[in-house]
């Protein structure tokens, strides 16, 4: 299998895996990275760039299952972008639009 489409499946399967949160669930997702990832994510809210390292997202996965479990949320993923870097190596970049009963926030991220 090409690294894009590995990749692409990998992103997607998070997105579905994120519809989870709703139940608490978030072992699978984090099971999903590496131990070598790197992310950077824009939250326009926030106006900044966040650094994450494979720990600070794993953690960040499950603060937001403890958090909206329970809820009813939806994340949608558009605007995939996968550029190979090695044969085994792959930056992405992708949109999410989260929405939640009270409100819809826009994280751009770069993986």
């Known amino acids: 299998m090409r690294i894009e489409q590995e990749v692409s499946n990998k992103i997607y399967r998070l997105m579905e895996l994120h519809q989870e949160f709703a139940n608490g669930k978030y072992k699978e997702m984090n099971e999903l990275?590496?131990?070598?990832?790197q992310g950077w994510l824009y939250m326009p809210r926030g106006g900044k760039v966040e650094k994450l390292d494979v720990k600070d997202?794993?953690?960040?996965?499950?603060?937001?299952?403890?958090?909206?479990?329970?809820?009813?949320?939806?994340?949608?993923?558009?605007?995939?972008?996968?550029?190979?870097?090695?044969?085994?190596?792959?930056?992405a970049s992708y949109e999410i639009t989260f929405s939640d009963n009270e409100n819809e926030k826009v994280v751009r991220a770069l993986n």
Do not use: C, M, R, V
């Open 57 to 91: 997202i794993k953690e960040g996965n499950e603060e937001a299952a403890n958090y909206y479990k329970g809820k009813k949320i939806q994340f949608n993923f558009s605007g995939l972008n996968i550029i190979p870097q090695h044969e085994n190596q792959a930056t």
């Open 33 to 37: 990275y590496s131990d070598d990832f």
